[in-house]
């Protein structure tokens, strides 16, 4: 499964649910446990992906984007970059060691977006991080992805590995670890991959 069936999952044929954003600041709380207890360090690297409709509405909503940004990162120093995928979906690619600036810059983005009508193409949120097998946290250096589904208003991780496999018991014991700090989707048949997130 890949970005266009999370979009079909997520949104369906028709009607678009109103994106839910608040939920998105649990991240910045989480991120605490996750690298004392398993060893996962934030990358720096976070994103968020929107499908807009139409092609003048694409560019209205790339361009209120690009202005945005390049404001806000006057502030955080936050660097970022817009690109569309090979599905035509916009991504908002920002690179910050700060992980809180990243948290501020994607519920910036997202809250923009909802205040244009765009609030039911917001598909998900990203959060990268790095495992840290030296510390003897985890049994080897993986990239853990934290999703966060604006329809839902959950997080689940994602774990790929090489030939589009995942990490499943990681994911799992990831669940049991931070089900306490964050909201992690319960249905697990909701946990949709995302192979080739662009960072």
């Excluded at 949104?11 to 989480?30: D, I, R, V, W």
């Excluded at 948290?103 to 923009?112: G, R």
């Excluded at 598909?123 to 080897?140: H, N, Q, T, V």
Aim: net charge negative; charged share 30%.
């Amino acid at each position: 499964m890949g970005l266009r069936d999370l979009v079909d999952a997520v949104l369906g044929k028709s009607a678009l649910p109103k994106a839910k954003s608040e939920k998105l600041f649990a991240m910045s709380t989480a991120s605490i446990t996750l690298e004392s207890n398993l060893g996962l360090k934030p990358s720096g690297s976070a994103g968020i992906c929107f499908k807009p409709i139409g092609a003048s509405a694409y560019e209205s909503a790339r361009k209120e984007i690009q202005e945005l940004l390049e404001y806000s990162s006057k502030e955080t120093e936050t660097e970022f970059r817009l690109e569309k995928d090979e599905f035509n979906f916009l991504w908002a690619i920002f690179k910050d060691p700060d992980l809180e600036d990243l948290v501020a810059n994607i519920h910036l983005v997202s809250e923009t977006l909802e205040e244009h009508g765009f609030g039911g193409q917001l598909l998900c949120a990203i959060y990268r991080f790095d495992s840290e097998p030296e510390a003897g946290k985890s049994s080897r250096g993986e990239t853990v992805y934290w999703i966060y589904n604006f329809k839902q208003g959950t997080y689940y991780p994602f774990i790929p590995l090489s030939g589009k496999q995942r990490d499943s018991p990681f994911e799992f014991r990831l669940r049991a670890e931070m089900e306490r700090e964050m909201p992690i989707e319960e249905n697990v048949e909701k946990w949709y991959p995302l192979w080739g997130i662009p960072f």
